[in-house]
């Protein structure tokens, strides 16, 4: 009596190698996608963190250049400390808004780093710091859009 097969030689040759090589390919795989997933969880770390850090800067540079105004009365003696100041916070904002890796292309295209610089002209021009805090309400308010849509991308 011959015996009829149950599937073709091509399918049981298939079986055959597919039964080790399989689970090899499923590791690799899942390594990759495993490995690609902490990579987009790291990326979108660090952009939350970047604009964590660009807010408290220029929150901290914008109280300073306040407390700073050449129009306000000084102590005697305060001057190099006040000028000490005024140039740090200066400084640290302009570090901050050009040191982004993160998110450079967002701060770009937000404008946040010309808005600052006329903010803060328009602020040595003429000396009030109520227009200087609307421009910086401004300005927190796109700092704060672009961090909330990179969390919710997370």
Do not use: C
């Not at 080790?20 to 990759?32: F, R």
């Not at 306000?72 to 982004?100: C, D, F, H, S």
């Not at 998110?103 to 010309?114: G, L, M, P, R």
Request: aromatic share 10%; charged share 25%.
């Amino acid at each position: 009596m011959t015996e009829i097969p149950l599937m073709p030689l091509w399918v049981t040759v298939f079986l055959t190698i597919w039964a080790p090589v399989g689970p090899l390919i499923g590791i690799m795989l899942g390594a990759y996608l495993s490995r690609s997933q902490q990579r987009r969880q790291w990326v979108a770390d660090n952009e939350v963190k970047e604009w964590r850090e660009l807010l408290t800067t220029l929150t901290t540079s914008f109280t300073a250049i306040i407390q700073t105004d050449e129009k306000l009365p000084k102590a005697p003696g305060e001057e190099i400390e006040r000028l000490k100041r005024w140039l740090q916070a200066r400084t640290l904002a302009g570090e901050v808004l050009t040191n982004r890796i993160f998110i450079a292309h967002a701060v770009s295209s937000f404008e946040i780093f010309d808005k600052w610089k006329t903010a803060l002209a328009r602020f040595d021009q003429d000396h009030d710091p109520k227009a200087f805090g609307k421009a910086f309400g401004e300005l927190t308010v796109l700092i704060l859009g672009g961090a909330r849509a990179h969390i919710g991308r997370v």
